[in-house]
Structure formats: C-alpha cells, structure tokens
C-alpha cells in the first residue's frame, strides 16, 4: 500500500522547514512528508523525532516524516517544491510521482525559469508559484532559523485553482500571511527586483543585508533595477522604478541583519541561483540586443566566486 501524505514537501531546507512549520499548526495530525538527498539529512531527522524550527523566541518540533529522494510509494495531496532553483530539474522525476492524486503543486524558488518548468512537465496539474517574504536560515539538518517576516504571495497563471486556495488557507491558520493572486507574474518580478539586488550584493560582499542601504551602493543599486524594469516591459509588465527601488530599501531594511539566500549559499560553497535571477535579466536583455548589462557582470562575478569555492573545496 501506498504511503499517503496530505502534505509533501520536497526539500527539507530552510524554507521548506519553515512551510512544514506553518502547516503542522494551521493542519494538526496531519502527515507532512519531507524529501530530502542526503541518507545523513533523513538519519538526523529520525534521530531528532522532527525539525527544530526556531521562531519568536521559542522553538518548536515539527513532526515530519523523513524519506529520501529515491523513495517510491508515496501519494501526496499537496506538493511543494522548495529547493533551489537550480536541483528542481534533478526533482522532477521524484514531483511525476508523487503528484499523481495532487490537487496543487506549488513551486517557491527564487527567480524565472522553475515555473515555467514545471508548467511544462505537469501541463493538467494546478501548478502555481509562491513568492517568498520571510527569512530562514538551516542551521544543521535538523534546526532551522526562523529569522523574520511571514509572508507568501500565491497565484497560478493557469486560472481558478481551488487546491491552491485550500493550501494556502492551511498556511494562513498556522499563522503565514498567505495572499492568492490573479497576477503572479507581477509579484514575481517584483520580488526578483529585490532578489537581483540583494542577493548578490550581499553574496559578493560576504555581508548582511543592510549593505545595500549604503551610500556606496546606490549607484549599483539603480543600475541593477533600471535593467529589471527594462525585462520587466520586455516581459510585458510595467514596473515603476520608483516604487520597485523603495520597495527593494523597505525590503533590505526590514531584514537588514539577514544574510540573504545566495550569501549563505556562497559563504558554504554552494551553487547559487543567480542564473534564475540575475542571469534570467542579462539574457532578457541580449535577446533586446544588449551587449552588455551590470547584471551579465553579477552573474559572471558570482560564477566566478563559485568556481574559485569548487576549485578549493572550501566555502
């Protein structure tokens, strides 16, 4: 017999603990399932009867079931896909099947490229994206920070989707301020304008997120978003650079004692998501007929940063 999960998470980093955070309170007794690679994740997760999720002073045992990749026999009522935007084509096989009963499946990966993948590879599912809006931060297998905000913004480009209304409205009970949009497309910009600026300037300057509200940034700063509200028309949505540039402070302010996404991901030598974010500007603009843009020369910069940490072994 099948396992089944009414929850599955693929991914057990730090957003996705957060999400399995949030759904354990807003859907009591409910499995949540966790797809993690690594044999040594699943042992320590077994070990600890859960993830430690700390959050507003206090820290809470989320009760999960741990499975591998590779696991087979597992029905999912809901999917989320919470890695990195660069391992979800590494997922896909595990997403085919988990999700065949699946009402939703929701991707939350920074940047473009993994929606329109998995709209691809699921063209009869409710597959929608999830914008991001709270920090967290894995600290081992097992424990994960939960460093501030709670906000997820959720839409389908494919209409009506009453799975995802359901799954957002087990995230709202738990306490996640969960938005269902008619126009994703519009907040995922937005949040890539925040991305594009925050992550690798902090990856580069192995700082906290407040580095961006210097003096000294600002320049880079109204570079970086002058070109995304340029792919942004390319795209067919309209930016104001105005409102997208204090949306980008407000947003590095309020977490300016973070360390973003790709500066952690940098400072453990790992693969960052700047080709979904950065890069996925610079080659808008290429196919306008630019030669060059400040984002081609992030993303080269933050490639170049990666292979140094792959030649040396070290983070």
């Given at each position: 017999?099948?396992?089944?999960?009414?929850?599955?998470?693929?991914?057990?980093?730090?957003?996705?603990?957060?999400?399995?955070?949030?759904?354990?309170?807003?859907?009591?007794?409910?499995?949540?399932?966790?797809?993690?690679?690594?044999?040594?994740?699943?042992?320590?997760?077994?070990?600890?009867?859960?993830?430690l999720v700390?959050?507003?002073?206090?820290?809470?045992?989320?009760?999960?079931?741990?499975?591998?990749?590779?696991?087979?026999?597992?029905?999912?009522?809901?999917?989320?896909?919470?890695?990195?935007?660069?391992?979800?084509?590494?997922?896909?096989?595990?997403?085919?099947?988990?999700?065949?009963?699946?009402?939703?499946?929701?991707?939350?990966?920074?940047?473009?490229?993994?929606?329109?993948?998995?709209?691809?590879?699921?063209?009869?599912?409710?597959?929608?994206?999830?914008?991001?809006y709270f920090?967290?931060?894995?600290?081992?297998?097992?424990y994960v920070?939960?460093?501030?905000?709670?906000?997820?913004?959720?839409?389908?480009?494919?209409?009506?989707?009453?799975?995802?209304?359901?799954?957002?409205?087990?995230?709202?009970?738990?306490?996640?301020?969960?938005?269902?949009?008619?126009?994703?497309?519009?907040?995922?910009?937005?949040?890539?304008?925040?991305?594009?600026?925050?992550?690798?300037?902090?990856?580069?300057?192995?700082?906290?997120?407040?580095?961006?509200?210097?003096?000294?940034?600002?320049?880079?700063?109204?570079?970086?978003?002058?070109?995304?509200?340029?792919?942004?028309?390319?795209?067919?949505?309209?930016?104001?650079?105005?409102?997208?540039?204090?949306?980008?402070?407000?947003?590095?302010?309020?977490?300016?004692?973070?360390?973003?996404?790709?500066?952690?991901?940098?400072?453990?030598?790992?693969?960052?998501?700047?080709?979904?974010?950065?890069?996925?500007?610079?080659?808008?603009?290429?196919?306008?007929?630019?030669?060059?843009?400040?984002?081609?020369?992030?993303?080269?910069?933050?490639?170049?940063?990666?292979?140094?940490?792959?030649?040396?072994?070290?983070?």
């Amino acid at each position: 017999m099948p396992v089944y999960a009414k929850y599955c998470i693929v991914g057990g980093g730090a957003v996705g603990s957060v999400l399995a955070f949030y759904l354990s309170r807003g859907d009591p007794g409910q499995e949540i399932a966790v797809f993690y690679r690594r044999s040594e994740s699943v042992k320590a997760i077994e070990r600890a009867g859960g993830v430690l999720v700390e959050f507003g002073g206090g820290t809470s045992l989320v009760r999960v079931r741990p499975l591998l990749y590779t696991e087979t026999g597992v029905e999912c009522g809901y999917v989320i896909n919470a890695v990195k935007a660069v391992d979800v084509p590494s997922t896909l096989d595990l997403m085919r099947s988990v999700s065949r009963s699946a009402r939703s499946i929701l991707m939350v990966q920074n940047g473009f490229g993994s929606l329109e993948l998995a709209e691809e590879a699921f063209p009869d599912k409710c597959v929608a994206a999830g914008v991001v809006y709270f920090g967290a931060e894995r600290v081992r297998d097992d424990y994960v920070k939960h460093t501030g905000g709670n906000s997820v913004v959720v839409g389908s480009r494919r209409g009506g989707c009453g799975g995802l209304v359901e799954l957002a409205e087990s995230l709202r009970r738990g306490g996640c301020d969960v938005k269902v949009v008619d126009d994703i497309d519009f907040y995922r910009w937005l949040k890539l304008g925040l991305n594009s600026v925050v992550n690798p300037l902090t990856a580069i300057a192995r700082a906290k997120n407040k580095v961006v509200l210097l003096e000294e940034a600002r320049p880079l700063v109204e570079m970086i978003l002058g070109e995304v509200v340029e792919a942004a028309r390319l795209h067919g949505v309209s930016l104001d650079k105005e409102k997208l540039l204090k949306h980008v402070l407000n947003g590095a302010r309020a977490t300016g004692e973070n360390y973003s996404s790709m500066a952690q991901d940098l400072m453990r030598g790992r693969r960052t998501e700047v080709d979904y974010i950065n890069g996925f500007v610079a080659r808008t603009l290429e196919s306008a007929g630019w030669n060059i843009s400040v984002n081609k020369v992030i993303t080269l910069l933050i490639h170049m940063i990666e292979g140094w940490h792959e030649q040396e072994g070290h983070g």
